[in-house]
């Protein structure tokens, strides 16, 4: 029978994980929804003094003066709320579901689901400058972790789940179900395998669905109408997208030098959002703008309203009240936020540039620009202000512009916005995806095909002085009947135990000193499969028969033979050759 291995592997668990994920996409789209309108209910209460679902942006008309210590009062709450709830709800979302995929088999507890948009209500509404999405991302992931968890998974599913719910909740805040897909691929999966990817689209576009009929359809944003982009004005996408580069990279290391700052106060963290909402109340006072969500402002970016001048203005606050309150550990999600700078930088700089290009759709550019240096996820970026704004003809100067600005990141900065954060709470990430070497090797490439076996008759005494004295080339050795069929295995430690035992054992030959519970590999499996099931066992060899059930041996494979399958990459990477010399073929 000939073995032949898929391009991808397959799990027959993937149709019950795909029919929760729907699920999940289900409920998440419910849980945007009941986020949205607790944003817009503490926006009325902290600015208006009114229980009120209408949708308003935070104003002074009410407080006066004391508009200043609105952001104060809600930072105390989250203060209280992290110190005696749960201190997973301070920050952004994204890096704490990181850090529970990565370091914490995807386990979030019933409290995250419950405190974190709760928490990040009360810090939007009371003026924080943050977006809904880091938040409903957590709050996602913790929905399908809870669910993941009540139906008794394993870790990888937990992680399928959580990221399910995390997509889902992307997807039904910005109506961008397939940007969604492409961030939990990027960003929280750290694979690309059926058994993730489906239940995660299928949980997008889920909550995608559920959206239109909470929340209203897509685009949420519109740019102008335009031409298309000349050769001039790609050129200047390129100069955008290292502009953004440059910004972000400041950005984030201005971020984390301000949280060093913090850390160094000489009072508990439970008080620092307070004086971050200090800062908010302050800089919201001289731009009111600044304070909130902003989707009305990357609105009017995109549509090419604000003029230079106040964009200044506005521009500077807002990147001011941002780092302060997030260095501060309050709650909120940092994509907004990214949006309306990436815009104001096209806005700014659209004036400059070639093409008449309405400074709208150079906003768009620079929000890509930035998402994709900033956040480390090109991709995601393209596909995310592609399905905002559903413009075909923005896509190749949004690819110029993205990739552009991640590789001056890439170059500049060693950790993203995102991963930093994990970092400096001692896990590193390590975000490149390719394919593991063990997995594209099978067994029957790389196995010892001459074994060197040892009769199951053979006494044990010769054993010792033939195979386990002095120089001995290996550690274990197979024991086989007079059918070559293996019996079982002996090692070095299962002599070193019949040493040590009493001298009237009755252990004479082979097969009475043997470990039957022999565990063999098919030589068509991979050598991924061959060192799970040496991890497994705690075993350095498997011996590797013709068939199922043959117990025929035909080799054997070791943890040493296994580095072949790494040297082999190891050359790819670094060996370097020349095939073509002076215009001649060298054969």
């Not at 003094?49 to 003066?65: L, Q, T, V």
């Not at 390129?238 to 400041?250: E, K």
């Not at 025929?552 to 370097?576: A, C, P, W, Y």
Request: proline letters at 5%.
């Amino acid at each position: 029978m000939k073995h032949q291995r898929g391009d991808f592997s397959r799990n027959s668990r993937i149709l019950f994980l795909s029919a929760v994920a729907l699920a999940i996409g289900f409920i998440a789209a419910f849980v945007a929804k009941l986020l949205l309108l607790m944003i817009t209910l503490f926006t009325n209460i902290f600015y208006f003094g009114e229980i009120s679902f209408a949708s308003r942006a935070p104003s002074m008309d009410h407080w006066g003066p004391f508009f200043i210590l609105v952001p104060v009062v809600g930072g105390l709450l989250i203060g209280l709320m992290a110190r005696f709830g749960s201190e997973k709800i301070r920050g952004h979302g994204i890096p704490e579901a990181l850090e529970s995929i990565l370091f914490g088999k995807s386990i979030m507890q019933p409290k995250v689901a419950v405190l974190k948009p709760l928490s990040s209500a009360i810090s939007i509404g009371s003026g924080g400058p943050f977006g809904a999405e880091g938040p409903i991302i957590m709050t996602g992931g913790a929905i399908g972790s809870l669910i993941a968890q009540f139906l008794h998974l394993t870790s990888a599913e937990r992680k399928t789940l959580l990221v399910s719910g995390a997509a889902a909740g992307m997807s039904a805040i910005f109506a961008t179900p397939i940007s969604a897909v492409f961030l939990a691929v990027e960003l929280l999966l750290f694979e690309w395998k059926p058994r993730s990817l489906i239940p995660v689209a299928i949980a997008s576009s889920c909550a995608a669905l559920m959206r239109v009929h909470l929340l209203g359809s897509g685009p949420i944003f519109s740019i102008p109408q335009h031409i298309p982009f000349n050769d001039l004005a790609l050129v200047a996408a390129a100069f955008v997208g290292l502009t953004t580069g440059v910004f972000s990279t400041l950005l984030s290391k201005t971020l984390y030098k301000l949280e060093d700052l913090f850390q160094q106060l000489p009072i508990h963290w439970m008080w620092w959002p307070a004086i971050g909402g200090l800062v908010v109340g302050i800089g919201g006072y001289f731009q009111p703008r600044a304070l909130g969500v902003g989707y009305d402002v990357i609105g009017d970016l995109l549509k090419g309203q604000i003029l230079t001048n106040p964009l200044l203005a506005l521009f500077s606050m807002k990147i001011l009240v941002w780092l302060f309150a997030l260095a501060s550990g309050t709650s909120g999600g940092v994509l907004a936020p990214l949006l309306i700078f990436g815009c104001s930088l096209g806005s700014l700089v659209a004036p400059w540039l070639p093409g008449q290009i309405p400074s709208g759709v150079w906003a768009l550019i620079g929000m890509g620009a930035v998402m994709g240096g900033m956040m480390r996820s090109p991709f995601t970026a393209i596909l995310f202000c592609f399905e905002l704004t559903q413009d075909v003809n923005v896509l190749l100067p949004l690819l110029i512009a993205s990739i552009s600005s991640y590789a001056f990141t890439v170059w500049a900065m060693r950790r993203s916005i995102l991963t930093e954060k994990v970092a400096r709470r001692g896990f590193d990430i390590f975000r490149e995806y390719k394919v593991d070497p063990l997995e594209v090797i099978s067994v029957a490439e790389i196995m010892t095909k001459k074994v060197q076996t040892i009769s199951a008759t053979f006494p044990i005494e010769q054993i010792i002085s033939n195979y386990f004295m002095g120089t001995t080339k290996y550690r274990g050795y197979p024991v086989t009947d007079h059918s070559n069929k293996i019996i079982g295995m002996i090692t070095a430690s299962d002599v070193l135990s019949y040493k040590i035992q009493d001298t009237s054992s009755n252990l004479d030959c082979a097969e009475d000193l043997v470990n039957e519970n022999v565990i063999t590999i098919l030589p068509h499996q991979s050598c991924r499969e061959a060192a799970e099931k040496m991890a497994t066992f705690s075993i350095g060899r498997l011996p590797v028969v013709s068939e199922e059930n043959s117990q025929v041996i035909i080799g054997i494979v070791t943890r040493s033979d296994l580095l072949k399958s790494h040297l082999n990459h190891h050359e790819l990477e670094q060996k370097r050759e020349r095939f073509f010399h002076l215009g001649r073929e060298i054969k």
